[in-house]
């Protein structure tokens, strides 16, 4: 993380410094799940902990000017470390184009909203920016590794859709069940 820091800092290209900075960003979400399972033997993490660093930590990475806002509502519970590291990485990518692509520079709230029933999960994350454009999902690489993840390693479903009042509604639906 620290080199990739380091080598942003010196590229003179713009594009280059930034996707330097994303994979930083990527890179530090990756290595705060790996501390986490550090501390115990067992393979499995309270991710609510886990992520409300990462929440706290994607926010402030994609939003220099604005002041933007985060909540964190209900409860991931304990999960195993695949489904933490790929969770994390999910939510992390999500929450950064919510505050740099909904939020832009103007100030507002992500609400990610966690609701477990035994092995169930349904994560919403919510954002009170302008709303989702037209034909803008899927066209980054932050979304392509989202839905990679979502149906790859979580074995889930994802949906954008905007909301009525202004913003955007991202609901991911996985079961955690490792079967």
Known sequence: SALLRMQARRASNEETRQALSEAERRVTTIATVHDALSHNVNERVDFDDVFSSVLRMAAVVASPTGQ???????????????????????LAELVTNAVEHGLGDRDGTVTVR?????????VHVIDDGVGVKPGAIMSGLGTRIVQTLVRGELRGSIEWAPREWGGTLVTLVTNLDPA
């Open 68 to 90: 933007v806002s985060t909540v964190l509502e209900g409860s991931f519970g304990v999960v195993d470390a695949d489904t933490a590291q790929a969770l994390a990485t999910v």
């Open 114 to 122: 966690a609701l477990r029933d035994g092995q169930s999960l349904e």
